[in-house]
C-alpha cells in the first residue's frame, strides 16, 4: 500500500508541475530512458508525439506551452504492483489548453487514459512508460477523429 | 486498507469499462442482483433509470451509448468498511455524452454524486447498490430540473 | 496510511458538503482558528477572501451561495505527514457555479490547487489552512487576469 501511494503521488506531481510549467521537476517524474507516446494530443498532424527520452519529451512540450496556460487532471488510478521494484497504472485524464494570442489553435480539451509503468531505482519510482489513448479531442472545440 | 483500495479500483473499472462500452466487463464490476437507480440521468422522462439486476442495467445502457461517445470521471471517495465482507461509499462524478448524429439529444453534461453499497464474495468486492443522484445536468446545453 | 486515508475523506467531505450546502457540516471539517485564503474566487474585487477563523469563512460563503448551484471537484492529493498530528496537502481542484437569476455575475469556471495544513485534535483530524491558488478563472465566460 505504501508503494501504491507513492506511486500515485508520482502521477500527482506529473500532473501539478507540468500545469507549472516546472520543466526541470517535470523530468525528474520519469526515468532517463522513459518511453513516451502522446501522440493522440498531436495538435499538428500524425508522426508526432512519440520520444524515448524524458529530455526529447520535456524539451518538446516547453516549447510547445510556452506562453500556455493548461488544466490537466488526473482520475480514478488503477496501480498494480508487477514486481518488487515494478508496477503499472491507468489514470483516466482530463486536459484544456490556451494558447497565447496568434497560435494557429487557441484552445484544445480532451480526455482518455494513461497507461502507464513504473520502476524503482535507487529508491525512488518513476514513469518508464506513459502511452496517453484518448476518447475525445476538441480543438478550438471542433471534435478531431 | 487494502479493501479500501480493491473498492477504490472496483468503481475505477467502472468509469473506465462504460467509457470503453466492454459491456460484459461492466456487468461484472456489479453483483448479479446489484439494485441501480440512476433516473436522475434519464434522457427521456421520469419512470426509467431503476433496475433489479446488472443484466437489465447493462442491457439497457448498452443500447442508449450506441454510437456514442462518453466520459465518465470519478472524484473524492468516501469508503467506509461496514463489516467484514460489506462497506458503503460516496463518489463525486462528472459524465459528458455525445449521442451520435440524429438523436434526439445531441450532448448530455452532468455531475452528481454516487451512493453506493459493495460486498464481497468468494474474495471479490463488487458494486451491490449503486444510486446516482445530480446537482446539475444539462441536455444539448439547456438545464435539467 | 491510515492517516492519509482519513485525511482524503477529510477533503472529499469539504467537496460535498460545500456543494450540499450543508454549513454546520462544512464548518466542521475546519479547525476554529482555520486560516482560509480564497482571495483568487473573490467575484467581487481584491481585498476579499481572507478569513481567520472557520465561522466567518462559512458565514460569507454561505451568503455567497445562496441560491446557486455549486460543483467543486478535488484531484490528485499530494498528502505528507509532517509529524504525529499534523500534515500538509495539495490538491488540484476545478469548480463551476451557477448564480442565481439577476445577479451580477451569473457563471464561474475555475481551476487551481488547494495548498492545505491539517491538524489531528482529539483523535479527529482537520483542515488548519486552505490557500487556493488558481491557475484558470473565468467568470461569465470570460478568463480574469
Known amino acids: 500500500m505504501a508503494d501504491i501511494e507513492e506511486i500515485r503521488k508520482l502521477k500527482a506531481r506529473y500532473f501539478r508541475l507540468l500545469d507549472h510549467q516546472d520543466w526541470q521537476g517535470l523530468s525528474d517524474v520519469f526515468a532517463p530512458d522513459a518511453r513516451i507516446d502522446v501522440s493522440s494530443s498531436t495538435v499538428s498532424g500524425s508522426g508526432r508525439g512519440v520520444y524515448s527520452s524524458r529530455d526529447s519529451f ?39 489548453i490556451w494558447f497565447p494570442e496568434g497560435s494557429p489553435v487557441r484552445t484544445l480539451w480532451g480526455a482518455g487514459w494513461y497507461e502507464e509503468e513504473y520502476e524503482r531505482v535507487d529508491g525512488r519510482w518513476r514513469i518508464k512508460r506513459m502511452v496517453l489513448r484518448r476518447q475525445r479531442l476538441e480543438l478550438d472545440g471542433n471534435p478531431i477523429d
Open 58 to 96: 520535456v524539451d518538446t512540450v516547453s516549447k510547445l506551452l510556452h506562453g500556455a496556460v493548461t488544466v490537466h487532471h488526473g482520475h480514478t488510478e488503477e496501480i498494480e504492483l508487477t514486481g518488487a521494484d515494478s508496477a503499472s497504472g491507468v489514470w483516466a485524464m482530463e486536459d484544456r
